[in-house]
């Protein structure tokens, strides 16, 4: 039985409600104990106990050293971060958010979004970019749309 003054009800429901609104997607990573427990003004057990919540909803799955995240339903597992990298940029691209030769963001803040190291990004972008929906020129960055051809690129004069 859940005590009438026990806090981690609230917080479950608080994170359920940015499931529900789509702030939290499938595959999304939640913040972790420390942001959580800032943001609600709880402590860490508070959030461990709504964290478990949640998991008994099937509206989370925690994955050993890696974090806790969003499902998409009581039987999908996380996406995992580096195919949700992959899958979000190619639906930028495809969509015309993101348009050829629009830069994409840093591996900064990639790194920072989606809680991977450098070298899974570069990894993760390879699909990408054997795809031909980006392009990478050294010393500048990635950008959105195949690699400019060596006649482009005269024409251009980049």
């Known amino acids: 039985m859940i005590r009438a003054d ?11 409600a940015d499931i529900d609104s789509g702030r939290l997607k499938p595959g999304d990573r939640l913040p972790s104990e420390l942001e ?6 709880v402590g860490r057990t508070t959030v461990r ?4 919540l949640l998991r008994e909803q099937g509206r989370v799955q925690t994955v050993h050293a890696k974090g806790t995240y969003v499902t998409g339903d009581k039987t999908s597992a996380p996406v995992p971060p580096s195919r949700r ?6 639906a930028a ?15 900064q803040e990639l790194m920072d979004r989606y809680g991977l190291a450098a070298i899974t990004i570069t990894i993760a972008l390879r699909k990408l970019r054997q ?10 960055g990635r950008f959105a749309g195949p690699a400019p051809r060596k006649s482009e690129d005269r024409r251009t004069g980049q």
């Open 49 to 52: 106990q709504a964290i478990d």
């Open 85 to 90: 990298l992959v899958d979000d940029l190619r």
């Open 36 to 41: 959580l427990g800032a943001q609600h003004q």
């Open 131 to 140: 795809e031909e929906l980006i392009h990478h020129i050294p010393g500048r």
């Open 93 to 107: 691209i495809t969509s015309g958010e993101l348009k050829p030769g629009d830069p994409l963001p840093s591996e």
């Open 6 to 16: 026990a806090k981690y009800p609230q917080v479950a429901a608080a994170i359920a």
